[in-house]
């Protein structure tokens, strides 16, 4: 058996390393996992036809504007008398009868911009200037969400792509997995001297007593490069099977089911992380929608529902909410090619059994209208303000720069 100064000494092996990522290491101070709150956001990328997804169908408007594109009543999944879900969206209906999803109707801001880049970079960094910052609106909450009991990465992005705007400007706290690249720790190259002593060092840490007196030494190690060690070979593990389970389902590591599958896994794990990002492209749909946006809003239907299918299990799914969101909506009117182009507002899904379940605003209207798109009524800013507050537990004035009027769509603790 051997004293703390003695680990420190020979564990130089590791600590001297760039090879024991830092993430890891400092999840492993998480002291009360799966306590925290969760919030798990879905990217739309391209501009969802919010008018499609939750539909107004008896606004004769509704049917005079979408020729083609329009769904009848018997067609959607009832939300209430005026407003129907897309046919898509089956288990979303179930969620809305099980009370965990709440409709954010008429999202939008100021003077909005039809063009992706700039819109999707006001959502990012939840600014609505000609000209943002460049920090994102997660990587400002890092601060916070980092004095949460949970680990050492408090925000993470699970994708191929570039890290999201959302999650850019800090030096610390967030980190991405593309399911691409599968994460390992590398201890040494494979059946080499240093690689076995390495394994030695870490089996001794672990046969530490619990009674050394005077000592701190097992809480320490457990803290440091045993529970890094473990959290990485935890990690893999949950990444291995992750993918053989989505493949048995169809779904490739680059799908949002796969996406949120991991997620799903990490947050039963008590892996400490308190936000989760994830995107799914193709919403851009200026030219034969109707087959396309149903394919989109399916993998969404599919996804969130097994997330919180699999978080039911185990309770998690009291401590997790979903946002979904778009950089703008589509124009009230279809083109002439079966299609819509870029509009302003539109609505988000907010899922949980933490929601006041059902339409929150009321949704736009289509006689009434801003150069042919729909008038916002409700800021993004405020929906961003309630959860922060409300849900993380963060300080929305610091990562919004000022404080907007919260909302209703959460229960009270």
């Not at 090879?19 to 990217?43: M, N, Q, S, W």
């Not at 898509?88 to 179930?94: E, T, V």
């Not at 925000?155 to 599968?182: W, Y």
């Not at 946006?293 to 799914?317: E, K, N, P, S």
Request: net charge neutral; with cysteine; glycine share 10%.
């Amino acid at each position: 058996m051997f004293t703390r100064r003695e680990f420190l000494k020979r564990s130089s092996l590791i600590a001297a390393t760039p090879l024991v990522p830092g993430f890891v290491e400092r999840t492993a101070f998480a002291a009360e996992p799966g306590k925290d709150p969760i919030l798990v956001i879905i990217e739309m990328t391209g501009g969802n036809d919010g008018l499609n997804t939750v539909i107004p169908h008896r606004d004769d408007a509704y049917n005079r504007a979408r020729p083609t594109l329009k769904f009848q009543a018997n067609q959607l999944v009832k939300v209430n008398d005026e407003l129907g879900l897309h046919p898509a969206l089956q288990q979303m209906g179930q969620l809305l009868q099980q009370s965990k999803l709440a409709i954010i109707q008429g999202v939008g801001y100021p003077n909005p911009d039809r063009s992706h880049f700039e819109s999707m970079d006001r959502w990012q960094c939840g600014e609505v200037t000609a000209k943002v910052s460049g920090s994102g609106w997660l990587a400002k909450s890092v601060p916070d969400l980092a004095k949460g009991k949970g680990g050492g990465v408090p925000v993470m992005h699970v994708g191929s792509e570039k890290l999201p705007m959302a999650c850019r400007g800090t030096s610390q706290g967030v980190f991405t997995i593309n399911q691409d690249q599968p994460f390992e720790l590398k201890l040494g190259m494979s059946g080499s001297v240093e690689e076995a002593a390495r394994k030695k060092l870490l089996a001794d840490v672990a046969a530490v007593g619990p009674d050394e007196k005077g000592d701190d030494l097992l809480p320490f190690v457990q803290r440091r490069h045993l529970q890094t060690y473990t959290s990485v070979e935890k990690l893999k593990a949950i990444l291995k099977d992750q993918g053989k389970q989505a493949a048995q389902f169809g779904f490739g590591p680059g799908s949002l089911y796969s996406k949120l599958d991991l997620v799903g896994r990490l947050i039963e794990q008590g892996f400490g992380t308190r936000v989760f990002y994830v995107a799914i492209d193709g919403f851009d749909t200026h030219s034969g929608q109707a087959q396309s946006h149903q394919t989109l809003l399916q993998q969404i239907d599919q996804a969130v529902g097994a997330l919180f299918q699999r978080l039911q299990r185990t309770g998690d799914d009291q401590r997790t909410l979903l946002m979904t969101f778009s950089e703008f909506g589509r124009r009230v009117a279809e083109n002439g090619s079966k299609g819509t182009d870029h509009g302003s507002a539109s609505n988000m899904f907010i899922v949980g059994p933490g929601v006041k379940s059902g339409p929150h605003g009321r949704h736009p209207s289509l006689t009434d209208l801003d150069d042919g798109d729909l008038k916002h009524h409700t800021d993004f800013r405020r929906v961003y303000a309630t959860l922060l507050e409300d849900w993380m537990k963060v300080d929305s004035k610091m990562v919004l720069g000022e404080k907007f009027e919260k909302m209703s769509f959460l229960k009270k603790a």
